[in-house]
């Protein structure tokens, strides 16, 4: 029947959270992610005029301008460093510097990714806390447990990595001196790392900011990937944190709000968005 669904509309219907990825408009680097959930929403609306002419008439219809936004529901509402970044540059982020603290030894199990980013898991020893790093955190030793002591910037690295909840990520490399195994279990030991007291946003006043670009990234009920790009978009500076009760078991959000652009570097009619459905 017309009106019926069948497994290939069925198919189209989106079941999973999306992810939402973006970065610094025009920039190659990697995409920063934040989890959100299905209260996303994503509108596009053009305007179209006719081109008319006092001897001929109506000669033909154009799009004279176009709209974009984007809307969704952040979890995590105190997420800082998420919000200023996305903002690019409307509010003003300022860490300030804790002190050394002791931290506990971390291990990274048998079967590692080799040259894949690893988060480095700052657990304060006393409370049992996970912190984040003032800059590159302090080590006493890398160590494998058949290859013994790792060499930095040999055996492995150490890299700033957004996706860290500490800022910063091991990569330990299986060709360097020591030939450490992707088999091997490797210990952490921490050399009381200076962590980072407490990071202030703050807003207000005039001032320029900058775009950024990105996609949200889901699966279709088939389990198929889809994405939606955008390629210009501003935070729209509008910020609504809400605050639950000790009576509902409402979860507080951060909704989100960014207004899409034309980007005029890219060709006529790939200018604002472009949907993805991927086959398996």
């Given at each position: 029947?017309?009106?019926?669904?069948?497994?290939?509309?069925?198919?189209?219907?989106?079941?999973?959270?999306?992810?939402?990825?973006?970065?610094?408009?025009?920039?190659?680097?990697?995409?920063?992610?934040?989890?959100?959930?299905?209260?996303?929403?994503?509108?596009?609306?053009?305007?179209?005029?006719?081109?008319?002419?006092?001897?001929?008439?109506?000669?033909?219809?154009?799009?004279?301008?176009?709209?974009?936004?984007?809307?969704?529901?952040?979890?995590?509402?105190?997420?800082?460093?998420?919000?200023?970044?996305?903002?690019?540059?409307?509010?003003?982020?300022?860490?300030?510097?804790?002190?050394?603290?002791?931290?506990?030894?971390?291990?990274?199990?048998?079967?590692?990714?080799?040259?894949?980013?690893?988060?480095?898991?700052?657990?304060?020893?006393?409370?049992?806390?996970?912190?984040?790093?003032?800059?590159?955190?302090?080590?006493?030793?890398?160590?494998?447990?058949?290859?013994?002591?790792?060499?930095?910037?040999?055996?492995?690295?150490?890299?700033?990595?957004?996706?860290?909840?500490?800022?910063?990520?091991?990569?330990?490399n299986s060709a360097g001196t020591a030939s450490v195994a992707t088999t091997e279990e490797i210990t952490i030991e921490y050399n009381s790392p200076v962590i980072v007291a407490d990071v202030e946003m703050s807003g207000g006043g005039l001032k320029n900011y900058n775009a950024i670009e990105g996609y949200f990234d889901t699966n279709l009920k088939d389990g198929s990937p889809a994405q939606i790009y955008f390629y210009k978009?501003?935070?729209?500076?509008?910020?609504?944190?809400?605050?639950?009760?000790?009576?509902?078991?409402?979860?507080?959000?951060?909704?989100?709000?960014?207004?899409?652009?034309?980007?005029?570097?890219?060709?006529?009619?790939?200018?604002?968005?472009?949907?993805?459905?991927?086959?398996?």
């Open positions: 029947m017309a009106n019926s669904f069948l497994e290939t509309d069925v198919n189209q219907i989106l079941n999973n959270p999306g992810i939402f990825n973006f970065r610094a408009y025009g920039s190659s680097g990697t995409y920063i992610k934040s989890v959100f959930t299905n209260a996303a929403s994503f509108s596009y609306t053009p305007d179209v005029f006719e081109q008319e002419f006092d001897d001929t008439g109506v000669a033909f219809d154009a799009i004279g301008k176009e709209n974009g936004e984007i809307s969704f529901a952040f979890g995590k509402v105190f997420d800082l460093d998420f919000m200023s970044s996305l903002a690019g540059g409307l509010f003003t982020k300022t860490t300030t510097a804790g002190s050394a603290t002791a931290c506990d030894d971390q291990i990274i199990a048998a079967g590692w990714t080799n040259k894949a980013p690893m988060p480095f898991e700052l657990i304060v020893t006393s409370s049992g806390v996970s912190v984040q790093a003032n800059g590159e955190p302090a080590l006493t030793s890398v160590t494998g447990d058949s290859s013994g002591t790792l060499t930095v910037n040999d055996d492995y690295s150490i890299i700033p990595d957004s996706n860290s909840f500490s800022g910063y990520s091991i990569v330990l978009g501003y935070f729209n500076g509008n910020l609504n944190t809400g605050f639950g009760s000790a009576s509902t078991p409402d979860a507080s959000v951060t909704d989100v709000v960014i207004s899409l652009k034309l980007d005029a570097t890219r060709t006529e009619g790939l200018q604002m968005f472009s949907f993805k459905k991927q086959t398996l």
